[in-house]
């Protein structure tokens, strides 16, 4: 089976876009949530407290790092998936 050209570019951009995606999400909820803490009430410092601790478990302590392996998992799901996809399409048609 032959590779096409058009299959490299693709999987790096869904590799990165996937890595991209969960660090932008992870990072503007943690930080906005953060922000609204300061504000006002218990609420919110209980979420942001949860959120770092889920992040924490992911990090070996350290919540950026909890932020990166995710973030690293979701890349290389999205590569498979394009992988899967592309294989798929050629099979098929």
């Known amino acids: 089976?032959?590779?096409?050209?058009?299959?490299?570019?693709?999987?790096?951009?869904?590799?990165?876009?996937?890595?991209?995606a969960p660090m932008a999400i992870l990072g503007l909820?943690?930080?906005l949530s953060?922000?609204?803490s300061l504000c006002s009430g218990v609420a919110i410092e209980l979420l942001t407290e949860s959120l770092a601790n889920i992040l924490?478990?992911?990090g070996n302590g350290r919540i950026w790092e909890?932020?990166?392996?995710i973030a690293i998992t979701c890349g290389f799901v999205g590569g498979i998936f394009e992988t899967f996809n592309f294989y798929?399409?050629?099979?098929?048609?």
């Open 1 to 20: 089976m032959k590779i096409t050209p058009r299959f490299f570019p693709s999987l790096l951009i869904t590799i990165a876009l996937s890595f991209l």
């Open 29 to 31: 909820l943690l930080t």
């Open 34 to 36: 953060t922000a609204v």
């Open 56 to 58: 924490k478990v992911f």
């Open 66 to 69: 909890g932020i990166l392996v």
């Open 88 to 93: 798929y399409y050629q099979n098929t048609h």
